[in-house]
């Protein structure tokens, strides 16, 4: 393990064949620390829900989900309620497919069996590269686009931005949400806009669908959702999460 201000790099042991697997439980609220692989890894849970932050992007993970990180890429691996966590990790120069930035996949019933068969037992060798084979055959992305915003770093504009964090659903205006910091609106919306490259209201949206994700992979209803991150229906926030995500929530997570 080594550390270079890019994140830990922890490097699995190579296998006899294109990949390695790994299993362990993630404790409710526990999050690794940045960190990156030399090896692409495929992040995935058999049980429960997993969140992966890189950069300002942020991606839940039920199981019927997993997320391609390229090797290299700095992120940090946590659980809100606790999962039962698969790292799988492959080998580059053996890794006849090629996602070159971090790519949500569909996991199928047929994927996920596979998953757990060369997580749970030892394989010979040549049965091991007929089941990478087909696993490498059923990786199937998922076109969305990723939730998530950046912090401003302007002290003023950072204070909005904690309280909104805080509790998604605030509804104050940007004018009130100004005078709690201190400052203008102008002034504020300058500073998200030159520091985060959104608007306010695009930035707001962002982190109260990043906030939604979690309670809708654990299949809280639409309408609570909604409520819970600040909007005033369920259509008005399944046509948010539709405009900034390109699908519905319902089939973010569908299988």
């Known amino acids: 393990m080594s550390r270079n201000g890019q994140g830990f790099e922890l490097a699995a042991q190579p ?134 915003a950046p912090m401003p770093t302007d002290p003023r504009a950072r204070a909005v931005a904690e309280v909104l964090l805080d509790n998604p659903a605030d509804d104050r205006t940007l004018t009130e949400l100004g005078a709690y910091a201190a400052a203008s609106s102008r002034t504020v919306a300058r500073a998200f806009r030159d520091e985060t490259g959104l608007t306010f209201a695009q930035w707001r949206t962002q982190i109260r669908l990043a906030a939604s994700l979690t309670p809708l992979a654990d299949g809280v209803p639409v309408t609570r959702i909604a409520d819970r991150v600040g909007y005033r229906s369920a259509s008005a926030y399944v046509a948010a999460f539709r405009r900034a995500v390109g699908t519905s929530p319902g089939r973010y997570f569908a299988r």
Do not use: K
């Not at 659980?79 to 949500?104: H, K, N, Q, W």
């Not at 996920?112 to 007929?130: G, I, K, V, W, Y």
């Open 15 to 148: 296998g006899p064949t294109a990949m390695v697997f790994g299993a362990g439980v993630l404790a409710p609220g526990f999050w690794f620390a940045e960190h990156r692989h030399p090896q692409h890894q495929i992040a995935w849970a058999g049980t429960g829900v997993i969140g992966i932050e890189i950069g300002a992007s942020h991606w839940v993970l039920p199981p019927t989900r997993a997320l391609w990180i390229p090797g290299g890429v700095v992120h940090r691996t946590g659980s809100t309620a606790g999962a039962d966590m698969r790292g799988i990790f492959v080998e580059p120069d053996r890794c006849p497919v090629d996602y070159s930035r971090p790519t949500l996949l569909s996991v199928s019933p047929l994927l996920r069996e596979l998953f757990e068969h060369m997580t749970s037992r030892e394989l010979r060798d040549d049965r091991r590269a007929r089941a990478e084979a087909m696993v490498f055959d059923l990786l199937e992305p998922v076109d969305v686009i990723p939730v998530g």
